[in-house]
RNA sequence: GGCCGCGUGGCGCAACUGAAUAGCGCAUCUGAUUACGGCUCAGAAGGUUGCAGGUUUGAAUCCUGCCGCGGUCACCA
């Protein structure tokens, strides 16, 4: 039981017996630095029930806190705010007994359903670039964050793998490729193939421009030059499951997907399953059908059909096609049934998707509420905003898209600069150092990006690139490593192997305020899950090292000379480690043992 | 135009979802360290939280109206 809650009961418990009355909840909050105190009952809400002078009444309770709660040593009172301060002992016995938790701050495993988290979900004609990036740190780690708070997850993805796009990729290849293949040309998967589908576009783009000069009318050009008619007949035989089309739809996806593994094991992250869009488009005809029945949805005269959502302030949308093919929300209803029905267990899903698609995913949530699922209510569109560079949105066909290859490369460059510069390396190899490169220059970004509330705009600029200084994921990793340095030297000292004594002491200043960040880790796990924001966890653990460089600086801790008290620093340390590890794998980053 | 989101020191971000004098980083200025790693620490300066009203004992936070930026209003995905 935390000291809050203790503190809760009691409160209420006092002002049952002092003033009769009972107070439905007690607000509480850290102590502000300037004042003395540990936590800080706010007496403001109170006085809807009991009448009187807020000074008085933090007097009278606190008194009675005193008095009933041996946790708390003294008290003040200014204005409305009651500061109390927590015994020592308090702190060190919870430290005590957290230590030797390993798994410290992840919430056991509850039994209130597995929970589906989808991201990344890219097309199959371009490589990853750095949306996919901001996509894909977001969705791991809050499927990481839910976890650790609890929760079963499943990793997936939608593979965007058929339709009029990818058979452009195919006809351009088809048509200039000459059996260029990853391995002749030495080039990943998923490039080779953007690399035709942008020669796609050039193509078609080259015609139009000829059927215009001919005098054909630009918008009608457009729609029918030679080579896009191309891609729509192979569109047709791939529907029509046309062998020697098939085969190549295959080959070339294969490509893809060879490139697009690479480019996720280097940004590490993962998948429990995948979905296809070539099986899944099919699905949810027959929901429809259903839901037509049930009067969810509306049939209008040309045979479409549609679910009018004007109560609910939005508008009318088309879940069917006249011609009785799917649209994108057809796909989406009958996906997310199928998944429900693929894993039993599913309580909840989350789909990781820009916040262009914010209105989709709102009338999707509520067709399927509609139609009565009860998984349903616990739906959530993890909404982010778009990454912007300086020169502005990024854009494919303008050659503005940052690549997530590229930039996972100059990233790691940019680390072995600033690593070099240092120079703390020897006895590392090559290999060990290219490594440490990787996790410092990934660190970076990732924290870069994750730090930020997903609903923010990032504006990322890739000539200032990502700093190192700072709230930054090297400054986070430099700590981490500083602190191994120390428990290394206090290895060959004997003095890492627990706590002896150290009752007596008490808490120093430093000592204390690091200790009640300690506390407040499964606080912040529980918040980012409810709140599926990596952010709080970034935000956490940068204070907890600032607290710790704060502590570091302030006291010596392999030169206290006291035994018990240099032990209790050392484990202190080696606590703190552990949670900036822990929590920066929340977030998908490494840390260095040395940098 | 309708709907959705965002607007916080020069720049980049926080603020436990309504509480104390709005925090932090970068940049600027000043200082600390014979010490465990100086990518550290302490301090200074910098704000009418886009504007105007309203609710409340109390508003960056909630409500209304403007202004600005972005997104979205496809039988595309």
Redesign the pocket.
């Known amino acids: 039981m935390g000291i809050q809650d203790i503190l809760e009961k009691q409160v209420k418990e006092a002002v049952k017996v002092l003033y009769g009355v009972d107070v439905p909840s007690v607000?509480?909050?850290?102590?502000?630095?300037?004042?003395e105190?540990d936590i800080?009952l706010?007496i403001?809400?109170m006085?809807?029930y009991i009448k009187g002078n807020p000074v008085e009444i933090g007097d009278t309770i606190g008194t009675f806190l005193v008095d009933k709660v041996s946790e708390v040593s003294h008290f003040n009172v200014?204005?409305?705010?009651l500061?109390l301060i927590i015994h020592d002992t308090y702190y060190l016995n919870f430290f005590k007994d957290i230590l030797g938790d390993t798994d410290y701050g992840h919430a056991q495993a509850t039994d209130s359903g597995a929970i589906m988290v989808e991201y990344s979900s890219p097309?199959t004609n371009k490589p990853l670039h750095l949306g996919h990036i901001r996509n894909n740190l977001l969705g791991y780690s809050v499927s990481e964050i839910l976890k650790a708070a609890g929760h079963k997850v499943y990793k997936t993805q939608i593979i965007?793998d058929?339709?009029?796009h990818i058979c452009k990729s195919m006809v351009a290849w088809q048509r200039f490729g000459e059996g260029e293949t990853p391995q002749s040309s030495g080039m990943k998967g998923d490039h080779l193939v953007g690399k035709y589908y942008v020669a796609f576009d050039r193509v078609h783009k080259q015609q139009i421009a000829e059927m215009v000069a001919a005098g054909t009318d630009r918008e009608k050009a457009g729609k029918e030059t030679p080579i896009l008619c191309e891609a729509q007949e192979m569109l047709r035989k791939w529907e029509a499951g046309d062998a020697a089309t098939v085969a190549l739809w295959k080959q070339m996806n294969g490509w893809v997907y060879d490139g697009f593994n690479e480019t996720y094991k280097n940004l590490g992250v993962d998948f429990d399953s995948l979905y296809y869009?070539s099986d899944t488009?099919l699905l949810g005809k027959d929901v429809v059908a259903d839901g037509l029945e049930k009067g969810v949805f509306f049939k209008?005269a040309?045979?479409?059909v549609w679910i009018d959502l004007t109560d609910e302030?939005?508008?009318e949308k088309?879940v069917l096609?006249?011609?009785g093919?799917?649209?994108?929300?057809t796909?989406d209803i009958g996906t997310a049934i199928q998944r429900v029905k693929d894993h039993p267990d599913i309580s909840g899903m989350v789909y990781t998707v820009?916040?262009?698609?914010?209105?989709?995913f709102k009338v999707l949530f509520l067709i399927l509420k509609k139609l009565g699922y009860s998984w349903a209510e616990k739906l959530y569109h993890l909404s982010y905003?778009?990454v912007d560079l300086p020169s502005g949105?990024m854009k494919s066909r303008e050659g503005t898209v940052v690549d997530a290859d590229d930039l996972m490369v100059e990233m790691t460059r940019t680390a072995q600069g600033?690593?070099e510069?240092?120079g703390?390396l020897d006895g590392y190899s090559e290999t060990e150092r290219e490594e440490l490169y990787r996790i410092?220059g990934l660190g970076a970004l990732k924290y870069y990006i994750l730090?930020?509330?997903p609903?923010?705009?990032?504006?990322f600029n890739p000539e200032e690139s990502v700093?190192?200084?700072?709230?930054?994921g090297?400054?986070i990793q430099?700590?981490y490593?500083?602190i191994?340095?120390?428990l290394r030297?206090?290895g060959e000292m004997g003095d890492d192997k627990g706590l002896t004594g150290r009752g007596d002491l008490g808490l120093g200043a430093k000592e204390k305020e690091l200790v009640k960040k300690v506390m407040v880790y499964p606080?912040t796990i529980r918040?980012a899950a409810e709140?599926y924001?990596p952010?709080?966890v970034a935000?956490y653990v940068?204070d907890l090292?600032?607290e710790f460089?704060?502590f570091?600086?302030?006291?010596?801790?392999?030169?206290?000379p006291n035994t018990e008290s240099r032990r209790f620093?050392v484990v202190l340390s080696r606590k703190v480690g552990e949670i900036i590890k822990s929590a920066m794998a929340l977030l998908g980053i490494m840390m260095?043992?040395?940098?």
């Open positions: 607000e509480f909050q850290p102590t502000r630095k300037d004042f105190g800080t706010v403001f809400p006085l809807r200014v204005k409305g705010f500061n097309n965007n058929r339709g009029i869009e488009y209008k040309d045979g479409s302030g939005l508008d088309i096609r006249a011609d093919t799917a649209v994108y929300m796909q820009g916040n262009e698609q914010d209105y989709h905003g778009m949105k600033i690593s510069e240092l703390k410092i730090k930020v509330d609903k923010k705009r990032i504006m700093d190192f200084q700072g709230n930054t090297p400054f430099y700590t490593a500083r191994q340095s120390i030297k206090a606080g918040l709140n924001s952010a709080l935000n940068y090292v600032k460089n704060s570091y600086q302030q006291v010596s801790i392999l030169g206290e620093r260095p043992e040395r940098m």
